[in-house]
């Protein structure tokens, strides 16, 4: 227990403070000794997906013990090589069987033998409140958190780079950039205020609605290939697009990062919305009951208090076509 | 720190502070948790409410069948303001903002008479009854009103108590302000006040200056405790370190500028008490009188030394 006596020297009143030790908060040790035996059977079906050991972006599902694999899909999209991370700390190089835009998941298959896999629940039952949990910080630990609101659909906002435009005179070449939003997809990349677009994939822009032309078509994930013009230095770099409501919403930080967010957090038809402490490398993983059912597939960091998952129900039977299928092509 | 409102200001006061046992909690605990939440969970929702006001969207609570609502008191920041109330079900209404205890952070709306009864939660009564560790659960609108989501709940512990303050690990974030903290009774214990950066630095207004003022609050007046002798002021925002605090902003004309602090200084230690966060350096200080003087341990590039700063009052703005 840590405690603060702080007495001050004047005549005045003592003031004490007492917090209340890490190990005993909901996320602490104490609390997930109850989950135990869950974390072990939960780490062994997981998977981690990334280019390189120490870059490693997002979760995955085991769902064969011959290596089919569920994960996000957002995040695979600029993602070279595709590598799985298995918890035994192997690595296997994957395959892309399917990409599935409305669902924002995708199947990946690694050529292994006897893998252990996830054994999914129902998820129709759970009402708000009860506790779930999901493996965080690439399995080594457990997270645990409530279904916090009602289970509905998520609509999609479209997807932008977080940039906001000055006014410009007719005839300028490039548009200047008046404000990018704080660690939005546009500051991510390293573009700041005052720099002027050039082109973006390659088209020249001279107005800001050319930019929204070629901007409006594209989806959170994707990547923009801008070149732009600052004073002292011109460059070029990558903008992975963002979906809006989480750039408009989070314009100023007011997220306060912790960790960060997904670039896709809309557009969903039907999810579980929960407050476990999970980071966006987290999504693609399961999402448990506390007596270890697979409940759902964790989808979007959405902000501090949000994730959404998809119910097991949504994919489960569709994604089984895709490994059918992809078996019979095999064949 | 970022507020969400202004900063709390604690009456210096003695918080017993229990020797917890540890112990590891089986499932079957946390299941009872769940249950006891479930079961209070739908009336508590029936009685939080989404607030549009001066442009922004907060949260409050219903606490009588009259329609008294509790909120932050930087949600309505005056009496008399027209405040836009979304009920539970997407019905709107207008309510008038009562009286404010800016220091602590409460306030009251008064909704428009029922035409039977508004849905109401109850208070808890016995603030000095809260335990650190207790099981709580908060319910706001982060981010505003959204019909298909609801309100949004957060299930966690009480991380820390003081006289008008609660802190607890149900994560909360703009939109929150002025939402709800409960018991698993199901009985209110906080309004959400404003968050630091950390997950689980979430604080609450306890339920002791909004019992202590209630009938001025109804009133409609603004309570005023600065002349108890607390909440001084030094001037200084600051970040955590290993080593200790790092000033980050000295703010023009205030204490910490008079006395030669500077951006990037370390502040070791107040009164020989070392500090790891700057919760509690903001709490230590509000703690303290207006014109109390304070030594500060100070490291700078060219070394320790001590720093004596005469606090003073906020200023207004």
Same mark, same amino acid.
């Given at each position: 227990?840590?405690?603060?006596?702080?007495?001050?020297?004047?005549?005045?009143?003592?003031?004490?403070?007492?917090?209340?030790?890490?190990?005993?908060?909901? $996320?602490?040790?104490?609390?997930?000794?109850?989950?135990?035996?869950?974390?072990?059977?939960?780490?062994?079906?997981?998977?981690?997906?990334?280019?390189?050991?120490?870059?490693?972006?997002?979760?995955?599902?085991?769902?064969?013990?011959?290596?089919?694999?569920?994960?996000?899909?957002?995040?695979?999209?600029?993602?070279?090589?595709?590598?799985?991370?298995?918890?035994?700390?192997?690595?296997?190089?994957?395959?892309?069987?399917?990409?599935?835009?409305?669902?924002?998941?995708?199947?990946?298959?690694?050529?292994?033998?006897?893998?252990?896999?996830?054994?999914?629940?129902?998820?129709?039952?759970?009402?708000?409140?009860?506790?779930?949990?999901?493996?965080?910080?690439?399995?080594?630990?457990?997270?645990?958190? =409530?279904?916090?609101?009602?289970?509905?659909?998520?609509?999609?906002?479209?997807?932008?780079?977080?940039?906001?435009?000055?006014?410009?005179?007719?005839?300028?070449?490039?548009?200047?950039?008046?404000?990018?939003?704080?660690?939005?997809?546009?500051?991510?990349?390293?573009?700041?205020?005052?720099?002027?677009?050039?082109?973006?994939?390659?088209?020249?822009?001279?107005?800001?609605?050319?930019?929204?032309?070629?901007?409006?078509?594209?989806?959170?994930?994707?990547?923009?290939?801008?070149?732009?013009?600052? =004073?002292?230095?011109?460059?070029?770099?990558?903008?992975?697009?963002?979906?809006? $409501?989480? =750039?408009?919403? $989070?314009?100023?930080?007011?997220?306060?990062?912790?960790?960060?967010?997904?670039?896709?957090?809309? $557009?969903?038809?039907?999810?579980?919305?929960?407050?476990?402490?999970?980071?966006?490398?987290?999504?693609?993983?399961?999402?448990?009951?506390?007596?270890?059912?697979?409940?759902?597939?964790?989808?979007?960091?959405?902000?501090? =208090?949000?994730?959404?998952?998809?119910?097991?129900?949504?994919?489960?039977?569709?994604?089984?076509?895709?490994?059918?299928?992809?078996?019979?092509?095999?064949? | 720190?970022?507020?969400?409102?202004?900063?709390?200001?604690?009456?210096?006061?003695?918080?017993?502070?229990?020797?917890?046992?540890?112990?590891?909690?089986?499932?079957?605990?946390?299941?009872?948790?769940?249950?006891?939440?479930?079961?209070?969970?739908?009336?508590?929702?029936?009685?939080?409410?989404?607030?549009?006001?001066?442009?922004?969207?907060?949260?409050?609570?219903?606490? +009588?069948?009259?329609?008294?609502?509790?909120?932050? &008191?930087?949600?309505?920041?005056?009496?008399?303001?027209?405040?836009?109330?979304?009920?539970?079900?997407?019905?709107?209404? @207008?309510?008038? +903002?009562?009286?404010?205890?800016?220091?602590?952070?409460?306030?009251?709306?008064?909704?428009?008479?029922?035409?039977?009864?508004?849905?109401?939660?109850?208070?808890?009564?016995?603030?000095?009854?809260?335990?650190?560790?207790?099981?709580?659960?908060?319910?706001?609108?982060?981010?505003?009103?959204?019909?298909?989501?609801? +309100?949004?709940?957060?299930?966690?512990?009480?991380?820390?108590?003081?006289?008008?303050?609660?802190?607890?690990?149900?994560?909360?974030?703009?939109?929150?302000?002025?939402? +709800?903290?409960? !018991?698993?009774?199901?009985?209110?214990?906080?309004?959400?006040?404003?968050?630091?950066?950390?997950?689980?630095? !979430?604080?609450?207004?306890?339920?002791?200056?909004?019992?202590?003022?209630?009938?001025?609050?109804?009133?409609? @007046?603004?309570?005023?405790?600065?002349?108890?002798?607390?909440?001084?002021?030094?001037?200084?925002?600051?970040?955590?370190?290993?080593?200790?605090?790092?000033?980050?902003?000295? &703010?023009?004309?205030?204490?910490?500028?008079?006395?030669?602090?500077?951006?990037?200084?370390?502040?070791?230690?107040?009164?020989?008490?070392?500090?790891? @966060?700057?919760?509690?350096?903001?709490?230590?200080?509000?703690?303290?009188?207006?014109?109390?003087?304070?030594?500060?341990?100070?490291?700078?590039?060219?070394?320790?030394?001590?720093?004596?700063?005469?606090?003073?009052?906020?200023?207004?703005?």
């Amino acid at each position: 227990m840590m405690a603060w006596f702080l007495g001050t020297q004047t005549a005045g009143p003592i003031f004490a403070q007492g917090f209340l030790d890490d190990e005993q908060r909901t $996320n602490g040790a104490e609390t997930l000794g109850a989950l135990a035996t869950l974390h072990s059977k939960a780490a062994a079906g997981s998977a981690c997906i990334g280019p390189e050991r120490d870059k490693k972006l997002l979760s995955g599902a085991i769902l064969s013990p011959d290596g089919y694999i569920l994960t996000k899909a957002t995040e695979t999209l600029s993602m070279k090589p595709l590598r799985v991370w298995l918890s035994d700390g192997s690595m296997a190089d994957a395959r892309l069987v399917k990409r599935n835009e409305k669902l924002d998941l995708a199947l990946l298959k690694i050529e292994r033998t006897g893998l252990a896999c996830v054994s999914w629940g129902e998820s129709l039952s759970l009402r708000p409140a009860q506790w779930l949990c999901a493996l965080g910080d690439q399995g080594a630990k457990m997270r645990l958190g =409530v279904m916090s609101a009602n289970r509905r659909a998520i609509a999609n906002s479209g997807a932008v780079m977080g940039i906001r435009f000055a006014r410009s005179d007719k005839g300028d070449v490039g548009v200047q950039i008046e404000e990018v939003a704080t660690d939005g997809p546009a500051e991510q990349a390293g573009l700041r205020a005052d720099d002027v677009l050039v082109e973006l994939n390659s088209q020249k822009v001279n107005d800001p609605s050319a930019v929204k032309r070629i901007i409006g078509p594209l989806h959170p994930g994707d990547i923009v290939k801008v070149k732009y013009k600052r =004073v002292g230095k011109d460059g070029d770099c990558d903008v992975k697009l963002a979906s809006k $409501n989480r =750039v408009m919403l $989070n314009w100023g930080g007011e997220d306060f990062g912790n960790h960060g967010t997904s670039s896709r957090t809309d $557009n969903y038809s039907e999810i579980i919305q929960h407050d476990l402490p999970l980071k966006p490398s987290d999504m693609g993983g399961v999402l448990y009951d506390v007596q270890g059912h697979a409940v759902a597939i964790n989808i979007a960091r959405v902000d501090r =208090v949000t994730n959404y998952a998809l119910p097991v129900e949504l994919f489960l039977p569709e994604v089984l076509k895709w490994i059918q299928e992809d078996r019979e092509k095999k064949k | 720190m970022t507020g969400l409102c202004r900063q709390p200001i604690l009456f210096a006061c003695l918080v017993a502070v229990a020797q917890l046992r540890a112990k590891e909690s089986t499932l079957d605990d946390l299941l009872t948790v769940q249950r006891q939440v479930q079961s209070v969970l739908d009336q508590a929702r029936k009685a939080v409410v989404a607030l549009e006001c001066g442009g922004g969207t907060a949260s409050g609570v219903i606490v +009588s069948p009259q329609g008294l609502v509790l909120t932050a &008191a930087h949600v309505t920041s005056f009496p008399g303001k027209k405040v836009k109330v979304t009920l539970p079900g997407g019905k709107t209404v @207008e309510a008038e +903002s009562l009286g404010l205890d800016t220091a602590t952070d409460a306030a009251m709306l008064q909704l428009p008479a029922p035409a039977k009864a508004w849905p109401f939660i109850t208070i808890n009564r016995e603030v000095r009854g809260l335990k650190l560790g207790d099981w709580c659960f908060a319910l706001g609108h982060p981010g505003g009103w959204d019909a298909a989501r609801g +309100s949004v709940l957060r299930v966690g512990k009480l991380v820390k108590i003081s006289a008008n303050m609660l802190q607890s690990d149900c994560v909360l974030m703009g939109g929150d302000s002025g939402g +709800s903290l409960f !018991n698993l009774a199901g009985e209110l214990i906080g309004i959400n006040s404003q968050i630091w950066r950390g997950r689980e630095q !979430n604080l609450h207004v306890s339920m002791a200056p909004f019992l202590r003022s209630w009938e001025t609050m109804k009133k409609g @007046e603004i309570v005023s405790i600065w002349n108890q002798g607390n909440g001084a002021w030094i001037g200084i925002s600051t970040q955590g370190s290993d080593d200790g605090l790092v000033v980050q902003a000295v &703010a023009p004309d205030s204490p910490a500028m008079k006395a030669g602090l500077k951006d990037g200084d370390t502040i070791v230690s107040l009164n020989n008490q070392k500090l790891a @966060e700057p919760i509690e350096f903001t709490e230590a200080i509000l703690a303290r009188a207006a014109g109390e003087i304070v030594t500060l341990k100070v490291r700078t590039a060219k070394g320790e030394r001590m720093v004596e700063v005469r606090l003073a009052k906020r200023p207004k703005d």
